[in-house]
């Protein structure tokens, strides 16, 4: 039995909605939860033994050990932010994906086309790095976000080129009779 994509029924208006909305609601849990990581960071710095756990961390997340471009860039950047560090760097990270990910989130729970393009490239940006992730450290936690985020990716896609972008309402013309 062959589908076609109008026969498609994640991509029939009502079930489109839903799913959207769905997807806008895990955005926004995304975003809750770095921006609760975020300000945690920024007053955990006075504690050093939590400190040095999340350093370890983050330091194994992000895989510093296998990138030295990884590695060189974060170096570069602790120089630069002299005061605060790479913990400091990361809380502002992670508020400012926070904000993009609300950004989208309630955008696209709107059905706001802008929002669904933005989703669009925001995680199709981070696939690369999701691999990257499995083929250094395979977890079943690290091949769900893959597929979530890869079936997000397809879905707007599908989403955004079944659904041609609405022309800007021409303004009326306003005809006013004098006497």
Known sequence: MSHQTADLKILRPKNRVRYLKLIALFKIAKGLLLLVLGVSILFLNSRAVWMDNLSDWVADEILLKHSKVVHYLLNRLQDILAGGGVFRATAF???????VLFTEGIGVYLQKRWAEFLMVFATAAFIP???????????????????????????????????????????????????
């Open 129 to 179: 790095l999701e691999l990257r992730h499995i083929f250094h450290r395979p977890s079943i936690t690290a091949g769900i976000i893959l597929a979530a985020n890869c079936f997000i990716v397809w879905f707007l896609y599908r989403v955004l080129k079944r659904e041609p972008a609405q022309a800007p309402t021409q303004p009326r013309k306003v005809v006013i009779e004098t006497r």
């Open 93 to 99: 990270l992670s508020l400012f994906y926070s904000a």
